[in-house]
């Protein structure tokens, strides 16, 4: 696999990239080709919530700090370095659109189990 950082994006920056993509999933860090942010994860309709949490995850992790740049994390397959800011950012809406769904799961539970009991009958309704 090769990065999607280049040499000129390293110069022009003047960091590099925390490790190398050996040593990156040693330490269990997912790669995330072909996103420039981290609301461009969230945004990726493909990905799963549990996915979409190990890249933003991998992000935010040490193993993707910048040397010398601790505010900043380089995830390997990105174009560039992003503000550690911005990653956490991006976990706390993914938390709150998780619980979203979490919610209209529940609410839709609940209203298929209110039919099956009105339907049979058991909703207090005198026969």
Known sequence: ????????????HR??????????????????????NPDDVLKDPHLTIQDK?????????????????????WLLGTVEPVPLHEVRA????????????????HSQRGRRGARAAYARGEDGRDM
């Open 90 to 105: 991006a976990l706390t809406r993914l938390d709150v659109m998780e619980a979203a769904h979490v919610d209209r799961a």
């Open 15 to 36: 960091v590099s990239p925390p490790c190398s993509l050996r040593t990156a999933l040693e330490r269990g860090v997912r790669p995330a080709v072909g996103f420039l």
């Open 53 to 73: 949490r190990e890249i933003l995850s991998s992000w935010a992790s040490d193993a993707s700090a910048v040397q010398d740049e601790p505010h900043l994390r």
């Open 1 to 12: 696999m090769r990065l999607a950082t280049s040499e000129q994006n390293v110069l022009r």
